[in-house]
């Protein structure tokens, strides 16, 4: 891995409400971005991801928020297109106007249950104010403000985590992560080793495949269990609209590495990918690039 920055012609941005129990994060590509995803979860919220499709019209897309409150935080969007819209910014119509793009995705996070505290069309302006080309700001904040890990044993044995972010350059071209880590399951090390998981009654961490080998049965979806890990992948190399779909499913890669289990019916797993510039890099190698970053983010979104 390398040192951990942002691509040239990208912005990322905190909102994170004042009770700190949810919060939005915006990826702003102002100047345009070729983008793809991949959808693997069993229960996403997800807004304008149809416009990412291989077999979708060329177009860029100008910016990817992450939220919590679960679809009502889809809302916080509609603030991220106004703004990019007040700047001019936007994918050129035949009558002249500019219409933004921004592709979305939710976590159901304890921000959810407050019809009065979830991220909205404010919100998601207020995080574009923040945004900036720094190394965006990591653990309870933003999109992961609310976020936690092992939901097997209930919300009493959560592991709280966050948003982390990584940076990968072994493809010669630099490929940026961030990741919101809200998993079912627990976030491993590349060793194994549990970072954020399940605890149960003595507050021993355990795995989800040892719990249900002894018997444990996972609630049905409620009482703050439902689940998904978001992840944004950046790169300034040059790609075009089936690579970054490429990009985004060997990143999926990269989240199946650092979470146990992955993608399950219960969790919303998305991964986007957004590329913005013209460094040359072979595909294969970008790719395995994405996955490592995408997995470093994973886990450095687990408590430090």
């Known amino acids: 891995m390398t040192a ?15 009770a700190g129990h949810t919060g939005c994060t915006v990826v702003l590509a102002p100047g345009g971005a070729t983008a793809g995803a991949e959808v693997r979860g069993g229960g996403p919220g997800t807004r304008e991801t149809d416009v990412l499709a291989p077999s979708s019209a060329p ?14 935080g889809l809302a916080a969007a509609d603030g991220v297109v106004r703004w990019l819209a007040e ?3 936007g994918h050129l119509t035949r009558s002249g106007v500019r219409v933004p793009l921004v592709p979305a995705a939710v976590v159901f996070d304890a921000g959810a249950l407050d019809p009065a505290g979830r991220p909205d069309a404010a919100a ?4 574009c104010d923040a945004a900036s080309a720094a190394v965006p700001g990591r653990g309870p904040v933003g999109a992961g403000a609310g976020v936690a890990a092992g939901k097997l044993l209930g919300p009493e044995g ?3 985590t966050g948003i982390g972010v990584a ?4 493809a010669g071209a630099l490929v940026t992560a961030i990741a919101v880590a809200n998993p079912v399951g627990e976030i491993v090390a590349a060793d194994g080793t549990v970072l954020a998981g399940a605890r149960d009654a003595a507050g021993r961490t355990r795995r989800t495949v040892e719990l249900l080998r002894e018997g444990t049965a996972f609630q049905p979806p409620g009482e703050g269990r439902e689940a998904t890990v978001l992840v944004c992948v950046m790169t300034d190399a040059a790609v075009d609209r089936t690579g970054a779909w490429l990009l ?3 990143a999926t890669s990269g989240v199946a590495r650092a979470v146990h289990p992955v993608a399950t019916p219960y969790d919303g797993d998305v991964v986007f990918a957004l590329a913005h510039g013209t460094v040359v890099a072979d595909p294969f190698a970008l790719q395995v690039s994405a996955a490592e970053a995408a997995a470093a983010a994973v886990r450095d979104a687990a408590p430090r």
Not at 124 to 127: E, H, V
């Open 4 to 18: 951990t920055r942002l691509p040239d012609g990208f912005l990322v941005g905190h909102w994170t409400h004042p």
């Open 59 to 72: 177009r860029d897309v100008h910016g990817v928020l992450l939220t919590g409150g679960s679809a009502f």
């Open 87 to 89: 700047r001019d910014h």
């Open 124 to 127: 998601g302006r207020a995080a």
């Open 158 to 160: 959560f592991t709280r």
């Open 167 to 170: 940076s990968d350059d072994s």
């Open 248 to 250: 985004a499913r060997a």
